[in-house]
């Protein structure tokens, strides 16, 4: 059965940095592009950023660039988010998901590209 389960949350003050962690079990991730998403309360699940199957070309939300890294270990079957310079806004609980295959460019920060999801883990910048 496939699962994905994240970690790394938490608090931290502003500026600080976070690493979360998607490890993946029941299926092998080599064969998926995946995605972090974060939903915070009244909002609507937007994408952050994501890594496609065939090449990791990665994509990232204007709102993260040059502060979040994503990446990829095949051989551990997990996925990371590298969070840096974190800020108030982005407090919200991240998830992964993945979707088999490559997406088209336009579609990997949509949250609709994506048929299987973690359960979250809350990131919360405040000081």
């Known amino acids: 059965q496939l699962q994905l389960v994240e970690s790394g949350g938490g608090l931290v003050q502003p500026g600080g940095s976070l690493r979360l962690s998607c490890a993946a079990s029941?299926?092998?991730?080599?064969?998926?592009?995946i995605g972090w998403f974060r939903q915070a309360p009244g909002k609507e699940r937007e994408g952050v950023s994501c890594i496609s199957s065939s090449d990791s070309s990665t994509y990232y939300a204007d709102s993260v660039k040059g502060r979040f890294t994503i990446s990829r270990d095949n051989a551990k079957n997990a996925v990371y988010l590298q969070m840096n310079s974190l800020k108030p806004e982005d407090t919200a609980v991240y998830y992964c998901?993945?979707?088999?295959?490559?997406?088209?460019?336009?579609?990997?920060?949509?949250?609709?590209?994506?048929?299987?999801w973690g359960q979250g883990t809350q990131v919360t910048v405040s000081s």
């Open positions: 998901a993945v979707e088999p295959g490559d997406l088209g460019s336009s579609d990997y920060l949509s949250p609709f590209g994506y048929e299987y």
């Open positions: 029941g299926f092998t991730l080599a064969y998926y592009s």
